[in-house]
């Protein structure tokens, strides 16, 4: 037993001292872990002040540094993730988790489906109306606006999905209904969600990865075919053909076949799976013609260079309509000017918005909004829905009001409009352009957070016999009225 307890000892010093030296040397060389996040600079003396040592801070700063920069830590984080992964399941990469059969998700694909982040009828119409809009005033110019909404997931393998979501209870969700206002309004759109479903126990090989976000190798000329014949009949243009000469069968995930996987940061790489790889080429045809812009995710990725850089003369790819391609990882990306858009629209032959199931809470990235309205200049949101914008467009700020949903047994776009509500009161003064409506409602709200000035209009609601709202209006008005001329 001292034999035992003296060897354990022995290797806890020596693992100690390795990393040590580590530390001091960097001896060995670590591969790099995968992911977003950010790590803190080397321990610095220059940080040390008597108020930061009295505080704590800089003892906290200092052993967060050394946390992020300990011998061997990128190896030691691998060990660790590999226990959890191995033994419980458990995956330490956020927003990801292990279903049934070894299949990973992103966590945010299951709550579109589940129904968890439906956003509203209310808002998908409008958002909808207004890019029907955007397309018919694009069609005066001949310039075709396809949606496509591309495949998700969790829709696709709804069998794997952990237990402990209950996709069994599924509520509406926003593809449901994106679909469905999508053809009664008349926009031309492709749902590729149901044409992979379609496919899905004829194709040989899986059209999504087991280790994957995004679908596979083997789905993309599936969905590029689709994509290309449509857009040759909306603008009458003849694209270059291609064909698959070959599939490369692997047992390794290759690629984004294995995005998920890879953020595992695992000790050993993953089980092997089946997963084929087209090698594609194009048939010899008349000079490209087409220049378009695509508004799309990151599905977008395994199709710009591989394929349309084949078919278009020129593409613009404005990655989430919010980075430039190839920019978009730069730091800082490149973002997109979105001045005199109506002019930017108008020098393109067609413009592709494609988007996944996982991104459709965010309603588009606001593009149907800003296309709207630089068509119609004289039309301005308020600013509460500009603030319900980017809280469908925050992901950890969605998040936060899903949570607060359920928690409170409310519809998500109730809580919505009661954070995007808040947030307008509290930072009124500090928002940029406010109009006329934006004082009406500050004022009506303040109204409302006033009991006796509350109790004053809710009395000349009842004495005039009219709702509340109209009356809490029509008193916001005139105080606004008196306050003007006051001053």
């Not at 409506?437 to 409302?448: A, F, P, S």
């Amino acid at each position: 037993m001292r034999v035992i307890k003296s060897a354990i000892l022995i290797l806890i010093l020596l693992a100690l001292s390795t990393s040590s030296l580590q530390f001091c040397s960097r001896i060995f060389k670590e591969p790099p872990l995968k992911g977003y996040f950010h790590l803190r600079e080397l321990p610095s003396l220059k940080l040390f002040t008597w108020k930061s040592w009295f505080s704590s801070s800089f003892q906290n700063e200092i052993s967060d540094r050394l946390n992020d920069n300990i011998g061997l830590r990128n190896s030691l984080v691998r060990v660790s993730n590999q226990y959890n992964y191995t033994f419980f399941g458990l995956t330490n990469a956020q927003g990801f988790v292990q279903g049934l059969e070894r299949y990973l998700y992103e966590e945010d694909y299951i709550h579109e489906y589940t129904g968890d982040y439906f956003i509203g009828k209310d808002v998908i119409d409008k958002k909808l109306s207004r890019l029907k809009n955007v397309t018919d005033s694009l069609k005066a110019w001949h310039i075709p606006l396809l949606l496509v909404y591309e495949p998700g997931k969790a829709s696709f393998y709804p069998e794997y999905i952990p237990r402990r979501f209950h996709p069994e209870k599924r509520t509406m969700t926003n593809l449901a209904c994106f679909l469905q206002r999508s053809g009664e309004l008349g926009l031309s759109f492709i749902d590729l969600n149901s044409y992979f479903l379609k496919m899905k126990d004829t194709a040989h090989y899986p059209l999504f990865p087991r280790y994957g976000m995004h679908w596979s190798a083997y789905g993309v000329p599936f969905a590029v075919d689709t994509l290309i014949k449509s857009v040759e009949k909306s603008t009458g243009t003849v694209l270059p053909k291609f064909k698959t000469n070959q599939l490369i069968i692997s047992q390794t995930p290759l690629g984004t076949d294995n995005d998920i996987g890879e953020l595992l940061n695992l000790l050993c790489p993953v089980k092997p799976t089946p997963g084929a790889y087209p090698s594609v080429s194009f048939e010899k045809s008349p000079a490209k013609k087409l220049t378009a812009l695509v508004i799309a995710d990151s599905y977008y990725l395994n199709i710009i260079e591989d394929y349309g850089s084949q078919f278009f003369m020129k593409q613009d790819y404005w990655y989430y309509n919010k980075k430039v391609y190839p920019y978009q990882n730069n730091n800082p990306p490149q973002y997109v000017d979105k001045s005199n858009l109506r002019d930017k629209l108008k020098k393109f032959d067609v413009v592709l918005l494609m988007v996944s199931e996982i991104n459709l809470h965010c309603g588009f990235w606001n593009f149907a909004d800003e296309a709207f309205m630089a068509f119609h200049p004289e039309i301005r949101d308020r600013k509460q829905y500009d603030i319900e914008n980017d809280i469908r467009n925050d992901r950890e700020w969605f998040r936060s009001v899903v949570v607060k949903a359920q928690l409170q047994h409310k519809p998500l776009e109730e809580i919505i409009r009661g954070d995007a509500q808040f947030t307008f009161f509290n930072n009124y003064d500090n928002l940029p352009n406010k109009g006329y409506w934006d004082t009406i409602q500050y004022i009506t709200l303040k109204i409302r957070n006033s009991a006796p000035w509350l109790a004053q209009v809710e009395k000349k609601a009842r004495n005039w016999n009219i709702p509340l709202d109209s009356m809490l209006t029509l008193d916001a008005i005139y105080s606004y009225e008196q306050s003007k001329k006051n001053h």
